[in-house]
């Protein structure tokens, strides 16, 4: 499966974004698909996940309330709505799907996108 984010940009804080993962060479839905992103000099952290049928989710504690992650797998399209931004929330977003279906602490990873600059000023 081969992985494209998009939806990335520059906001202000507060302000809103919509970010977007489309999957092309094998259906989303044999896969539990996952956001994470990068801040400059930070390692890559968890964001969100979504089980295959979309029935369950998991949020970082940083994120949760103001960001909701959700699929189309009709689509092969992963979301991640993010609302109330911060500017510690600028970061390279990943998409990735793991291979177990279900969120998993012993999740490992089929394939990952490009990423997605998101940049919140304040």
């Known amino acids: 499966v081969q992985l494209q984010a998009s939806g990335g940009g520059l906001v202000q804080a507060g302000g809103s974004l919509g970010l977007s993962c489309v999957a092309s060479g094998h259906t989303l839905s044999s896969y539990a698909m996952y956001w994470f992103r990068q801040a400059p000099g930070k390692e890559r952290e968890f964001v969100a996940a979504?089980?295959?049928?979309?029935?369950?989710?998991s949020y970082a504690d940083s994120v949760k309330g103001r960001f909701s992650i959700s699929r189309d797998n009709a689509k092969n399209t992963l979301y991640l709505q993010m609302n109330s931004l911060r500017p510690e929330d600028t970061a390279v977003y990943y998409c990735a799907a793991g291979k177990h279906p279900y969120i998993v602490a012993s999740q490992s990873f089929e394939a990952w996108g490009q990423g997605t600059q998101v940049t919140v000023s304040s």
């Open positions: 979504v089980s295959w049928s979309g029935t369950s989710t």
